[in-house]
């Protein structure tokens, strides 16, 4: 059964700290993503990676940064949270087709509230 | 660029009436589209997806989705609503060369009464 999992569920920090969100896939993937999501806005991409050590900016990623140093794991940092950085953020991953675009698969999600 | 649109952020639906939930997209090129399902707390499960295949397509849970390319629609529907398909649905929009990125709608809340 694939699995992508994320550290946390629920996250509560403080506005300045900085923020380690993880996220674990173990179906081989090389595209990895993170989404925020918010009510009528659906799902915004933040940032994502097609390699390792290789990211791209996504819709919003401004407060944001990612580190992939392993093919199965990709994090998002908040370097300094803010109040509306308070979301669900998610993660997916997918794999590389020759051709063609593959489904993919999403992790639990992480809750943060930022007080 | 690729935007998808889905009509109606709310929808009730008696059990066992029709499920219609509306999907409209824009892309450059031929797309990949796929439906996603949402339960509370939890992370998104695919449905079902077009890849150019059928253009009817069968998913999980009853729901299919046909593809029209003339109205760039592909909406989603389910004969008879069971209470369990309360949730929320996003329809995604991808296309090649793209790395795998998909556009999401910004979702359809659906009610199940009884």
């Known amino acids: 059964d694939v699995k992508v999992t994320q550290s946390s569920r629920y996250l509560v920090k403080r506005t300045g700290e900085k923020v380690f969100l993880e996220c674990v896939q173990d179906?081989?993937?090389?595209?990895m993503f993170w989404y925020r999501q918010d009510p009528g806005l659906g799902l915004r991409l933040i940032y994502f990676s097609y390699d390792v050590k290789m990211k791209e900016k996504g819709d919003i990623p401004e407060g944001y940064s990612v580190s992939r140093e392993k093919k199965e794991r990709f994090s998002l940092i908040l370097e300094s949270a803010s109040t509306n950085q308070t979301s669900m953020y998610l993660c997916a991953s997918s794999s590389l087709l020759g051709s063609g675009v593959d489904e993919q698969y999403f992790g639990p999600g992480t809750r943060l509230t930022v007080t | 660029a690729q935007s998808v649109t889905q009509l109606g952020s709310h929808v009730s639906v008696s059990e066992g009436a029709l499920v219609l939930l509306r999907c409209n997209y824009s892309s450059s090129v031929p797309p990949y589209l796929f439906w996603y399902v949402q339960y509370p707390n939890q992370g998104l499960q695919l449905l079902l997806k077009y890849t150019s295949a059928a253009t009817l397509v069968k998913g999980i849970n009853g729901f299919e989705a046909e593809f029209k390319k003339s109205e760039t629609s592909f909406h989603l529907t389910k004969p008879s609503a069971h209470m369990s398909d309360a949730a929320e649905y996003f329809c995604?929009?991808?296309?090649?060369?793209?790395?795998?990125?998909?556009?999401f709608g910004a979702g359809t809340q659906v009610v199940v009464t009884p």
């Open positions: 995604a929009v991808s296309e090649t060369d793209s790395w795998g990125k998909f556009q």
């Open positions: 179906m081989d993937h090389e595209n």
